[in-house]
């Protein structure tokens, strides 16, 4: 990987609200080629792959409760499974893995963006 943060090719995944567009445009607007992946709706594992091939990919991680109150979803926890099953090919082959319960946008960007500088 290149030391050249603007060259790097970053993909955001994880389930619905976890923060992905929060994510992607925070890094957007820092002139990182970020963009979030909807991996949670597909039944392709390994979407995310085929779609930018990433050089960095991140997985935000957020609990059910989290991403429900969130995103004001009306889903039930056999919904919010599906999607984490859907999601389990990009977690394992992350590069960033960032639980976000608990955290603010910003703090999330801090984390990524700490270990996307080192790459």
Do not use: M
């Given at each position: 990987m290149s030391g050249n943060k603007t060259a790097l090719n970053i993909a955001i995944v994880g389930p619905?609200?976890?923060?992905?567009?929060?994510?992607?445009?925070?890094?957007?607007s820092?002139?990182?080629?970020?963009?979030?992946?909807?991996?949670?709706h597909s039944y392709v594992p390994s979407m995310w792959q085929y779609l930018c091939r990433p050089d960095?990919?991140?997985?935000?991680?957020?609990?059910?409760?989290?991403?429900?109150?969130?995103?004001?979803?009306?889903?039930?926890?056999?919904?919010?499974?599906?999607?984490?099953?859907?999601?389990?090919?990009?977690?394992?082959?992350?590069?960033?893995?960032v639980?976000?319960?608990?955290l603010t946008p910003e703090e999330v960007l801090e984390v990524a963006n700490n270990i996307i500088s080192r790459v």
């Open positions: 619905c609200g976890a923060g992905k567009s929060t994510l992607a445009c925070a890094l957007q820092r002139g990182l080629d970020a963009r979030q992946i909807a991996q949670e960095v990919l991140i997985f935000l991680d957020a609990s059910f409760e989290v991403c429900t109150q969130r995103k004001n979803l009306n889903w039930l926890p056999r919904d919010y499974a599906k999607q984490v099953h859907r999601l389990e090919h990009a977690r394992k082959h992350c590069h960033i893995y639980n976000t319960d608990g």
